[in-house]
């Protein structure tokens, strides 16, 4: 068994980054080492790649104008940037609407804007990990600056109404923003035809090195830098652009364009199998989110009466990389704050498992996985004081109430 | 870097008549070393036949200020005095290919040049009054000058109202923060309050010829017949726009400020001719001297009682 390759099922976490993509950066490292703004043909050759990179972000996008691609270090600062610049251009307005289910780059942002005296209205999500438009539209007024909502969840890949509540808040005049990170390259779009005014991604869950985000601007909507400074990015963002991972960005996208069918067959069955493989052997266990209206390669599943970590760890061992929740979420001994929200019960809440698949997994990894996740289960399960004989202990609360707790 | 054409960074680097000419009757200097570029033309002509018999430039500038110089020189030999004065600067950008908006004012200051060493040679005095402020909008190559003149001139309070006036603000947008604040300012004179929408029209502007500079009238015409002559350019101008729903009026003349109503379809056509910057251009041309067209609202009109 030692010489099988280990299956990588975490690429909502991070991709790998394209060999291609590897191979279009390393001249800029190298010869063509410039700073864009120079003088000298040093300087011109990497303006010129940077230009051909922007217009590569657009087409993926569908955006109008390639002005409106402002690149960032990471789709953390892009959320923090649309955040903060719609608060700063409207300093009359002072509620913000989001979802409880955002990434913390947003979650955590907005915990720190209520500290500074901001209202946050944080939409609740249904047992499918769904918003309810009645209890969003209530919420539209004058009063508010900015909408944050995340396109498609990190952790179930349920993908939110996000087209329909950018045209809501811009018909109320209130600016839109969404952290497409896990949308984009999964999710066909053409942000032309929308009424979204500012989205976020991040060059690393699509195939493109760490380290590189960018935020869409719509032409036309008002913004307050973050980063002030240098004249980069039309003195949107300041800080001599991170070129080679730019450029790494660039081709990402177009080869995510040219994948995206692929991404929406070819791998959406395999996951497609895998659940159904893994729920067909493995009692008391069911998949998460919103599971008509998912992204292709999402998959997280809750195995009742265990605990996700140590699913990992043996996961691991036989060579399976996954994770549990958000990999800022683990580290902490509470469940996710996206499977507490759609009221996953404790007992499922602390064993969940997110299985995420890029175009490089094959139908032979989605078989190897089937088959070693069943005896992991029913070993943890055998460890559990929840667990009996043949399935879990009748009034498992009642049953085994320690002490201390 | 810039992204210069061909013929800038050719005659950049093989500029054409470079240095004073001997014998020289006229001689024009614009700029100043403070702001960063300074021109002097030098001119030999014909007292016959007005005939420009030959040119010099020196320049203290950048590459495509020697650039706009040299082509300007080339362009100028052999014309007459009078044929001289009618290139615009974008006659100049024109004959280099075009140049980046943001160098357009290069091409201006060649064109101020020709206009005072044409004064110096016909013995009359040429004041440079051409105040240029900080470059505002990129995309259009709009200053902080023509900006505040026109929001003053029309009351205007949004950034809207600017780019449909001036053109600033309707490329990429990321001059907008730049341009509200000069609306606060200007608004808060007058004793406004700046209010914002959050989300701004989609720009529908498309590039037209940039604003150019501003000199004081010249004086071989009578004021009436300045008047007569700008009414008839614009005039002339009617029927195109009227063709294309739109249409231009004289409204009122202060010195080199010339104040049009300037409405329906020209607002946002892409014909430069039809822009404010293209009526502009064309009364420059005619005129022989540098004005500013400066669009009058239909409410000032009401005010006035017009
Ligand atoms: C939905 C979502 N938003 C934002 C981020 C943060 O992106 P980055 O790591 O580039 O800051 C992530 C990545 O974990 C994400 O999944
Ligand atoms: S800089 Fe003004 S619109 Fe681009």
């Given at each position: 068994?030692?010489e099988l390759?280990?299956i990588?099922l975490?690429?909502n976490?991070?991709?790998?980054v394209?060999p291609?993509v590897?191979?279009a950066?390393?001249p800029f490292f190298?010869?063509?080492f410039?700073?864009?703004s120079?003088?000298?043909?040093?300087g011109?050759?990497?303006?010129l790649a940077l230009?051909?990179?922007?217009?590569?972000?657009?087409?993926?996008?569908?955006a109008?104008?390639?002005?409106?691609?402002?690149?960032?270090s990471?789709?953390s600062?892009?959320d923090?940037?649309a955040i903060?610049?719609?608060?700063?251009?409207?300093?009359?307005?002072?509620?913000?609407?989001t979802t409880v289910v955002?990434h913390?780059?947003?979650l955590?942002l907005?915990?720190?804007?209520e500290?500074?005296?901001?209202?946050v209205?944080?939409?609740?999500?249904?047992?499918?990990?769904?918003l309810n438009?009645?209890?969003?539209?209530a919420?539209?007024?004058d009063?508010?600056?900015?909408?944050?909502?995340?396109w498609?969840?990190?952790?179930?890949g349920t993908?939110f109404?996000?087209?329909?509540?950018?045209?809501l808040a811009d018909?109320a005049?209130i600016?839109f923003?969404?952290?497409?990170v896990q949308a984009?390259?999964?999710?066909?779009m053409n942000l032309?035809?929308?009424?979204i005014h500012?989205l976020?991604?991040?060059?690393h869950?699509l195939?493109?090195?760490?380290g590189v985000?960018?935020?869409?601007l719509?032409?036309?909507?008002?913004?307050?830098p973050l980063?002030?400074?240098?004249?980069?990015e039309r003195?949107?963002?300041?800080?001599?652009?991170?070129?080679?991972?730019?450029?790494?960005?660039?081709?990402?996208?177009?080869?995510?364009?040219q994948?995206?069918?692929y991404?929406?067959t070819v791998?959406?069955q395999l996951r497609?199998r895998?659940q159904?493989g893994?729920?067909?052997k493995v009692p008391?266990a069911?998949?998460?989110?919103?599971l008509t209206?998912r992204?292709?390669?999402?998959?997280?599943?809750?195995?009742?009466?265990?605990?996700?970590?140590?699913?990992?760890l043996?996961?691991n061992?036989?060579?399976?990389a996954?994770s549990?929740g958000?990999a800022c979420?683990?580290g902490?001994?509470e469940?996710?704050?996206v499977?507490?929200?759609?009221?996953?019960?404790?007992?499922?809440a602390h064993g969940?498992i997110?299985l995420?698949?890029?175009?490089y997994?094959?139908?032979?990894e989605?078989?190897?996985?089937?088959?070693a996740?069943?005896?992991?289960?029913?070993k943890?399960?055998?460890?559990?004081?929840?667990?009996?004989?043949?399935g879990?202990i009748?009034n498992?609360?009642?049953a085994?109430?320690?002490?201390?707790? | 870097?810039?992204?210069?054409s061909?013929k800038?960074?050719?005659?950049?680097?093989?500029?054409?008549?470079a240095?004073a000419?001997?014998?020289?009757?006229?001689?024009?200097?614009v700029?100043?070393i403070?702001?960063?570029?300074a021109?002097r033309?030098t001119l030999?002509v014909?007292?016959?036949?007005?005939v420009?018999?030959?040119?010099?430039?020196q320049?203290f500038g950048?590459?495509s200020a020697?650039?706009?110089?040299s082509a300007?020189?080339?362009?100028i030999k052999?014309m007459?005095v009078?044929?001289a004065?009618?290139?615009?600067?974008?006659?100049i950008a024109d004959?280099?290919?075009g140049?980046p908006?943001e160098?357009?004012h290069?091409s201006?200051?060649g064109r101020?040049?020709l206009?005072a060493?044409?004064?110096?040679?016909r013995?009359?005095?040429?004041v440079?009054d051409?105040?240029e402020?900080?470059l505002i909008?990129k995309?259009?190559?709009?200053?902080d000058v023509?900006i505040r003149?026109?929001?003053r001139?029309?009351n205007?309070?949004?950034?809207?109202?600017v780019?449909?006036?001036t053109k600033?603000?309707g490329?990429?947008?990321?001059?907008?923060?730049g341009?509200?604040?000069?609306l606060k300012e200007?608004?808060?004179a007058?004793?406004?309050?700046?209010?914002?929408?959050?989300?701004g029209?989609k720009?529908k502007?498309k590039?037209a010829?940039?604003?150019?500079a501003?000199?004081k009238?010249?004086?071989?015409?009578t004021?009436?017949?300045?008047?007569?002559k700008?009414?008839?350019?614009l005039e002339?101008?009617?029927?195109?726009l009227q063709?294309?729903g739109g249409?231009?009026?004289?409204m009122d003349?202060e010195g080199?400020?010339?104040y049009?109503k300037?409405v329906?379809?020209?607002?946002?056509?892409?014909?430069?001719?039809?822009?404010l910057?293209?009526?502009?251009?064309?009364l420059?041309?005619?005129?022989g001297?540098?004005v500013k067209?400066?669009?009058h609202?239909?409410?000032?009109?009401?005010?006035l009682g017009v």
């Open positions: 068994m030692s390759k280990d990588y975490d690429n976490a991070t991709t790998r394209d291609a590897v191979e950066m390393l190298t010869e063509q410039g700073n864009p120079s003088m000298h043909s040093f011109n050759k990497v303006g230009k051909k990179a922007r217009q590569q972000v657009q087409n993926l996008l569908g109008e104008h390639d002005s409106e691609i402002v690149f960032t990471c789709g600062e892009s923090s940037t903060l610049s719609a608060l700063k251009a409207q300093p009359e307005r002072k509620e913000i609407i955002e913390p780059a947003v955590n907005c915990d720190y804007l500290t500074e005296g901001y209202t209205h944080r939409l609740k999500v249904d047992k499918q990990g769904r438009m009645d209890e969003y539209k919420l539209l007024s009063n508010v600056a900015v909408v944050s909502v995340m498609a969840n990190n952790e179930t993908i109404p996000v087209l329909e509540m950018a045209e018909e005049g600016l923003h969404t952290d497409a984009v390259g999964k999710i066909p032309q035809d929308t009424s500012m976020s991604l991040s060059g869950k195939h493109a090195p760490k985000g960018v935020l869409y719509r032409r036309g909507v008002r913004f307050r980063l002030r400074g240098g004249h980069q003195g949107r963002r300041a800080g001599t652009e991170n070129v080679t991972s730019i450029i790494g960005l660039g081709l990402a996208c177009e080869q995510a364009m994948h995206m069918e991404e929406n791998v959406a497609d895998l159904e893994i729920l067909a008391h069911f998949a998460t989110g919103d209206n992204l292709p390669n999402t998959l997280n599943i809750a195995f009742e009466y265990i605990e996700g970590e140590a699913i990992l043996l996961l061992k036989a060579g399976i996954a549990s958000s979420t683990s902490s001994l469940p996710s704050h499977m507490k929200a759609m009221g996953i019960p404790y007992t499922a969940t997110r995420s698949l890029s175009r997994t094959t139908a032979e989605i078989e190897r996985v089937i088959e996740v069943p005896p992991i289960i029913e943890l399960r055998t460890l559990s004081p929840y667990w009996g004989e043949n879990p009748e498992p609360e009642e085994f109430a320690p002490v201390y707790a | 870097m810039w992204d210069y061909e800038v960074t050719e005659h950049f680097y093989n500029p054409r008549n240095g000419v001997d014998q020289a009757n006229a001689v024009g200097d700029g100043s403070s702001c960063g570029d021109l033309l030999k014909d007292p016959e036949t007005d420009i018999l030959d040119a010099g430039f320049t950048c590459g020697i650039a706009s110089s300007l020189t080339e362009m052999g007459t009078d044929e004065l009618k290139i615009s600067n974008q006659d004959y280099l290919d140049l908006p160098k357009m290069c201006v200051m101020e040049a206009q060493a044409v004064a110096n040679y013995g009359e005095e040429w440079d051409h105040e402020g900080a909008c995309c259009f190559a709009i200053d023509m003149d026109t929001i001139a029309n205007l309070s949004t950034v809207e109202d780019t449909n006036y600033a603000g490329g990429c947008s990321s001059c907008h923060e341009i509200e604040n000069i200007e608004m808060e007058r004793g406004e309050v700046f209010m914002p929408g959050a989300i029209k720009a502007a590039p010829a940039a604003a150019t501003e000199a009238p010249a004086g071989s015409m004021a009436v017949q300045r008047i007569l700008i009414q008839q350019v002339g101008l009617r029927p195109a063709a294309d249409d231009v009026e004289l003349i080199k400020n010339i049009v300037l329906g379809a020209c607002n946002g056509c892409q014909m430069a001719a039809m822009t910057g293209g009526v502009q251009q064309k420059i041309e005619e005129l001297e540098f067209v400066i669009p609202t239909e409410r000032q009109l009401v005010e």
